[in-house]
């Protein structure tokens, strides 16, 4: 089942959805990005979330204003859902990403 992602643009008066399939999907200005994020506050190719086996993960590509995630600035981050990932104004909601780890059976 891919991941399904929810973005909310301040130039955009509605979010719009985008299913994340298997593999790597570019986030940037650039036109090569999967996920095309036209604000000046977004680096041309500013990262990538990456879908394997269940588990999503959101990666920066040494953007010049970085990824958050809940308010975070992060490097490589797994993602669950609920989770809020910023780049630039932008604001994407995670409405279905990895499966909650197992609880400790400590």
Do not use: W
Not at 23 to 28: C, E, H, V
Not at 36 to 55: C, E, K, P, W
Request: hydrophobic share 30%.
């Amino acid at each position: 089942m891919p991941a399904l992602i929810q973005v909310r643009s301040p130039q955009s008066s509605s979010p719009s959805q985008l299913r994340l399939g298997k593999g790597q999907t570019l986030i940037g200005r650039g036109q090569g990005c999967g996920l095309r994020l036209n604000d000046q506050g977004v680096s041309r190719d500013h990262g990538a979330f990456s879908y394997y086996i269940g588990v999503l993960v959101v990666e920066d590509h040494d953007s010049t204003n970085g990824i958050f995630v809940n308010g975070t600035k992060v490097k490589r981050q797994v993602l669950y859902t609920g989770d809020r990932v910023t780049v630039g104004p932008i604001e994407i909601y995670i409405q279905k990403g990895s499966a909650a780890p197992p609880p400790d059976a400590a």
